[in-house]
């Protein structure tokens, strides 16, 4: 039998050019953003951007892309379960 669980998962990319360009897609929402630290949840788990100046240029959740700015330092991924991710708040996202 088919497994249904990846068929409305989108692909994840990402690309970053010279460490101030990015484009990311796969994203399922963005939970937090400031100048040093973008969090996304993406098909492939929680995602922790690190730098500094980061700007998102485009959001489309919708099509599940973003494009960001800034000076690039860190990626960061992290495991969320698809039930427990649910159910859990921000906070107890970050600190699982």
Known sequence: MEDLSNINKRTHKLTLQNR??????????????????IILETEQGMLM??????HINRLTLDKGEVDLDGRVDSFTYSESGSEQGKNESLLQKLFR
């Open 20 to 37: 101030r360009t990015c484009t990311i897609s796969g994203i399922t929402d963005v939970l937090s953003f400031d100048v040093s630290e």
């Open 49 to 54: 951007i690190k730098g500094s100046d980061l």
